[in-house]
């Protein structure tokens, strides 16, 4: 009798390891820890190490690789994720181009990514059946474009120029920025682009001050985006300066150094968590996750990056837990497609950088709640108040 009763424990064991096995929920992460977006990457990566190791109550596995800011080698990434690692669901990348190159492989495999890019067109237009799949952290770029558009009419400026990266991400902003400033009375009265590797931008900034305007707007990401401000202050330039959400790197900070003071921006409401009001919806989880982060980083090392990488991790606890309760087990095309309904019917999320409450209509989430403008000041990242 004991014999028999070993052997069904070790059966029992045996199953219940089988089960354990199918029970981890797998998460795979592609991010620019190197290339020209390494320091937005790096900084991402910093808050997936402090992702808890449970998703929904279950165990989960987090496969984490580097693309190198080379969207063929994110779309590789993607397609080994999908294929050898069996994932339930993709973070990132965080870079629009590599984003959009990786819609195929969501769609052919069913794999629904969250991505920390920022522009809309990542999920937008949902009509897309390959952007079914398709979800994404950062504030759509519409929203912060509104934000910079009120500020610079609240502040009486009449005349703004343009200067922005000659990519995807550039072309999302100049669309979203110049129905933004129409609506709010501005002039565009110049439009001028740079790469993200050019060593020089002289004639972009020539141009730009010959037209004379009241406020430039440079639309970058990350540290390649300090070279225009420092041109144009080089130049002479006396005017307002507003940068994108995209800036909001430490080495921005590092490289800009005095040329970037005073430099005006809209921001995710964690960056700035300690200095929001007491009535702000986003203010205790903000800097709950600031406290957590900067325990590992040190105090003013916190980032949009950062807080969209962790909100990632919340946004997919949420969703975890639900799918988990259809039945379906990860590691199954059944279980990636009750995540993907779960993630589109998040609702009253609170993450560090907004409220999200995602739907069929919406795969990004965001409102107003979602934004603040902010201020470098003292070589910081400092709140400059509500729109």
């Known amino acids: 009798m004991s014999s028999i009763l070993?052997?069904?424990?070790?059966?029992?064991?045996?199953?219940?390891?089988?089960?354990?096995?199918?029970?981890?929920?797998?998460?795979?992460?592609d991010v620019s820890t190197t290339g020209p977006a390494a320091a937005i990457g790096i900084q991402t990566n910093n808050a997936i190490r402090l992702w808890p190791a449970t998703l929904g109550g279950?165990?989960?596995?987090?496969?984490?690789?580097?693309d190198g800011t080379d969207v063929s080698r994110a779309v590789k990434n993607m397609r080994k994720l999908t294929s050898e690692d069996k994932v339930d669901a993709i973070v990132g990348p965080n870079t629009t181009a590599a984003a959009l190159a990786g819609l195929d492989v969501l769609a052919e495999t069913g794999t629904p990514m969250v991505a920390l890019a920022a522009s809309a067109v990542i999920v937008e237009p949902l009509s897309d059946p390959k952007r079914a799949w398709a979800f994404k952290m950062p504030q759509n770029d519409s929203l912060m474009a509104s934000v910079l558009a009120q500020d610079m009419k609240k502040k009486g400026l009449k005349t703004v120029a343009f200067i922005g990266f000659a990519?995807?991400?550039?072309?999302?902003?100049?669309?979203?920025?110049?129905?933004?400033?129409?609506?709010?009375?501005?002039?565009?009265?110049?439009?001028?682009?740079?790469?993200?590797?050019?060593?020089?931008?002289?004639?972009?900034?020539?141009?730009?001050l010959a037209a004379k305007p009241d406020a430039v707007l440079i639309a970058g990401a990350g540290t390649p985006s300090a070279l225009p401000q420092k041109t144009l202050l080089e130049r002479g330039y006396k005017g307002a300066i507003y940068q994108t959400h995209g800036i909001g790197t430490l080495e921005f900070l590092q490289v800009g150094g005095r040329d970037v003071e005073g430099?005006?921006?809209?921001?995710?409401?964690?960056?700035?968590?300690?200095?929001?009001?007491?009535?702000n919806p986003v203010k205790?989880?903000?800097?709950?996750?600031?406290?957590?982060?900067?325990?590992?980083?040190?105090?003013?090392s916190l980032t949009q990056f950062a807080g969209d990488a962790y909100g990632a991790w919340m946004?997919?606890?949420?969703?975890?837990?639900?799918?988990?309760?259809?039945?379906?087990?990860?590691?199954?095309?059944?279980?990636?497609?009750?995540?993907?309904?779960?993630?589109?019917?998040?609702r009253g999320l609170v993450?560090?950088?907004?409220?999200?409450?995602?739907?069929?209509?919406?795969?990004?989430?965001f409102d107003e709640r979602a934004r603040v403008m902010g201020v470098i000041k003292d070589g910081k990242f400092s709140y400059a108040g509500q729109p």
Not at 6 to 29: D, K, N, P, S, Y
Not at 176 to 193: D, H, K, P
Not at 263 to 279: I, K, N, Q, S
Not at 284 to 300: L, R
Request: charged share 20%; hydrophobic share 45%.
């Open 6 to 29: 070993q052997r069904c424990a070790a059966l029992a064991l045996a199953m219940g390891c089988a089960f354990g096995a199918q029970a981890e929920v797998v998460i795979g992460v």
């Open 58 to 66: 279950q165990p989960a596995r987090y496969v984490v690789l580097d």
């Open 167 to 208: 990519d995807s991400y550039g072309d999302s902003w100049w669309k979203e920025f110049s129905a933004a400033a129409q609506a709010a009375g501005l002039n565009i009265v110049a439009q001028e682009r740079f790469q993200r590797t050019d060593a020089s931008v002289m004639g972009q900034a020539l141009k730009t």
């Open 263 to 279: 430099t005006l921006f809209p921001t995710g409401p964690g960056v700035v968590a300690r200095e929001l009001p007491d009535g």
């Open 284 to 300: 205790k989880v903000a800097v709950a996750f600031a406290d957590k982060y900067e325990a590992q980083h040190g105090a003013h």
């Open 315 to 346: 946004l997919l606890d949420s969703a975890v837990g639900r799918a988990l309760k259809t039945g379906a087990k990860p590691g199954t095309p059944e279980f990636r497609r009750a995540l993907r309904d779960a993630l589109e019917n998040t």
């Open 351 to 365: 993450v560090p950088n907004g409220v999200l409450n995602v739907t069929a209509q919406d795969h990004q989430g």
